[in-house]
């Protein structure tokens, strides 16, 4: 990573962060360095822009979705608590915790990265998915390789598969209904080295 | 007063003494005393036992972060396919199919590049598995033990009062040597003697500079060196590659020339050598570039080219992609693999963070540069490859040579945008795997567009 060392007093309000999201205090740190990194004019937050100068983001079919998924609807910015907290969600999620019902759902249990996953997809957050979300993300993940009739044809098979309840869209228990065989925690984990 | 003067004027002829009998007249003819080596294996168990104490140390204080040399996150090397198939193994539908959950592979890259991505990692200096005893290199080793920190300050003060006084003396003999004997030399008609002599002058200039950095190189396959008439091809990751390699035989060198002490080098090593030099404005144009370097391979007499293909400073860890415009010349490409030892210095010129001043005296203050140089046998272009292709085959032969990661990333794009097609390699693959040959054939397009700009460095 090759800058300065830095401690976890640099980082503010970072026992309430490691709290929320679960991250060891070695990885706030490194994730902060790395908030720095991408943060190249020292603004204190991030935008668009500085995601994009990712490379490997940018050969990411779906990357100007990912970047969108940062932000807020109607903002432009994110700062440090709302980057790590979007990457919790990507935490390997805990065996074995025991919480009682009044804590929320934490950010990296299967369910909440179901919902996270769902928000890719749901881009008005309206709780639904409609067929012209689904269409916009299978569009960005084969754009030229496939024709618009095709497009329309599998979104329509989609649909038809997981909507239940047959208004046309797919909500977020049909979501979940759709995909409760698919390894979860698995497929949705970065793994961060110890 | 007197007295003052008459001993800084022993202490100064003694100095030179030194410099000029033990050090530069060994180093003109090829030879060692062995202090060097010595030295080298001092290091070695210093900082052996250096490791061991940070272990142990870490181990007593849990809270300190690691250091992570290969990046913070660890990446399942798995293909799209194999993941796209797992993602539906329990699925009743058939495996060609849209799934909902195929985002997820791509939600999932897209994050691991956001958190640590392959690029950029390339481009700051290699993270150490442990601490080697210089400040520079001190990331997050906090306080172990006090023995630690008495052999970090002695190794301060050698480093910069008693090794980098005598290295920039070194430095500016070997500089000011080659001035002096290539304009001496360049006095000379045409002849075999002139050449020789110039031959001369270049090794043993770049022989006082080496040992003014206090460089080791072990020179590997030396049957392989490159002839005249070649071309030199090796990976990027200083400048001071040009002297490491130089050290064991006469290279053209190419590139633009530059203004200041570079561009007095520059224009007194032409007198007696053919390097190739560009104007500034001749570098854009790819055509004259070409020819130029074409006609200088051609002359069978004339010395091999050194050219570094990557176009930038790569720090070491891996390579990455080779411009084809050297491939393009013709002539027999002869790679060469550099490998620094991290331990004793780190090599990598960061020209974004260092400009070239400040990066040698961080290179004068370091414990010494230990470097392999391998020479690999000589390729040629096959009639079925082109240029392109050519270059990825020696790319990968460097750096499975070195041990080096083989990246297919462009490092001059380091601050630029990736060309869209590579985004699209990305969709391609994932329609075959959904749609299959029902997917219609857009046609084909160059993934290394023919229109670029910067084909050479």
């Known amino acids: 990573m090759g ?10 309000n970072s026992q309430e962060l490691m709290q929320e999201t679960g991250f060891s205090a070695a990885h706030l740190l490194r994730l902060y360095e790395r908030f720095e990194f991408l943060d190249k004019d020292n603004k204190g937050h991030l935008r668009p822009e500085d995601f994009e100068a990712v490379q490997e983001l940018s050969t990411n079919p779906i990357g100007d979705i990912i970047i969108g998924s940062f932000f807020s609807p109607g903002q432009e910015t994110v700062d440090f608590p709302s980057f790590v907290r979007i990457l919790a969600h990507f935490r390997p999620a805990e065996k074995n915790r025991t919480r009682d019902g009044a804590q929320p759902e934490p950010a990296n249990s299967s369910t909440g990265k179901l919902k996270f996953a769902f928000q890719l997809y749901d881009r008005d957050r309206d709780g639904k998915i409609s067929r012209e979300e689904l269409l916009q993300v299978l569009r960005a993940m084969l754009e030229m390789q496939v024709t618009e009739e095709q497009l329309e044809s599998m979104a329509e098979r989609a649909i038809q598969e997981a909507d239940l309840d047959e208004d046309d869209a797919i909500s977020f228990d049909e979501f979940k209904k759709s995909l409760e065989k698919v390894n979860i925690d698995h497929k949705m984990s970065i793994h961060f080295m110890k | 007063m007197e007295n003052l003067w008459c001993v800084a004027a022993v202490v100064f002829q003694l100095w030179m003494f030194v410099v000029v009998f033990l050090i530069t007249l060994p180093a003109m ?3 060692s005393l062995g202090v060097t080596g010595v030295y080298i294996q001092i290091l070695v168990k210093l900082l052996e036992w250096a490791t061991v104490r940070i272990q142990r140390g870490q181990q ?14 660890e990446r399942a090397e798995v293909s799209m396919e194999e993941e796209m198939w797992e993602l539906r193994r329990s699925r009743p539908i058939p495996a060609k199919e849209f799934a909902l959950s195929d985002v997820m592979y791509f939600y999932k890259k897209g994050l691991e590049s956001i958190v640590d991505d ?16 210089l400040t520079r290199t001190n990331q997050n080793f906090q306080y172990i033990s006090l023995r630690l920190t008495i052999i970090w300050g002695l190794g301060v003060f050698v480093r910069y009062c008693i090794l980098f006084p005598l290295r920039i003396t070194l430095a500016i003999i070997g500089l000011s040597w080659l001035v002096i004997g290539t304009t001496l030399v360049g006095f000379l008609p045409e002849s075999r003697g002139k050449n020789w002599l110039s031959e001369l002058v270049h090794l043993t200039c770049y022989r006082i500079c080496a040992r003014g950095l206090s460089a080791t190189i072990h020179y590997h396959n030396k049957e392989n060196r490159p002839q005249k008439g070649g071309i030199c091809v090796a990976n990027h990751t200083t400048p001071i590659d040009v002297v490491i390699l130089a050290n064991d035989g ?7 020339i530059h203004g200041g002490l570079m561009g007095v080098l520059q224009r007194s090593m032409v007198r007696t050598c053919p390097h190739v030099w560009f104007e500034r404005s001749e570098m854009k144009d790819r055509h004259a570039v070409t020819s130029r370097l074409r006609d200088h391979v051609a002359a069978k007499t004339k010395l091999p080219i050194l050219i570094f293909p990557e176009g930038t400073c790569i720090n070491n860890t891996s390579v990455m992609m080779f411009k084809k415009g050297s491939f393009e010349i013709g002539g ?32 004068m203050t370091s414990w010494a540069i230990v470097v392999n140089v391998w020479y690999l046998p000589p390729m040629t272009r096959q009639d079925d490859e082109d240029a392109a292709q050519f270059a990825n085959r020696v790319k990968s032969a460097i750096a499975h040579q070195g041990g080096l990661l083989d990246l297919a990333w462009d490092g001059g794009l380091k601050r630029g945008k990736v060309k869209d097609s590579l985004k699209e390699e990305q969709q391609k693959m994932y329609s075959s795997i959904i749609v299959g040959q029902n997917g219609i054939n857009p046609s084909e397009t160059n993934n290394h567009a023919t229109d670029d700009q910067s084909a050479f460095f």
């Open chain 2, 29 to 31: 003819f090829g030879l």
């Open chain 2, 118 to 133: 392959q690029v950029t990692q390339r481009f700051s200096s290699e993270e150490l598995a442990s601490w080697n005893l």
């Open chain 2, 60 to 73: 007593e204080q849990p809270g300190v972060p690691v250091p992570l040399p290969t990046g913070i996150i």
């Open chain 2, 332 to 363: 027999t490409i002869y790679p060469v693999t550099i490998k620094y030892d991290p331990r004793f210095g780190d090599a990598f010129w960061n020209s974004s963070k260092y400009n070239m001043v400040s990066y040698l005296l961080r290179m």
């Open chain 2, 250 to 256: 006469c290279y053209a060198m190419v590139g633009q």
């Open chain 1, 3 to 12: 800058s300065s060392s830095s401690n976890l007093n640099t980082i503010p």
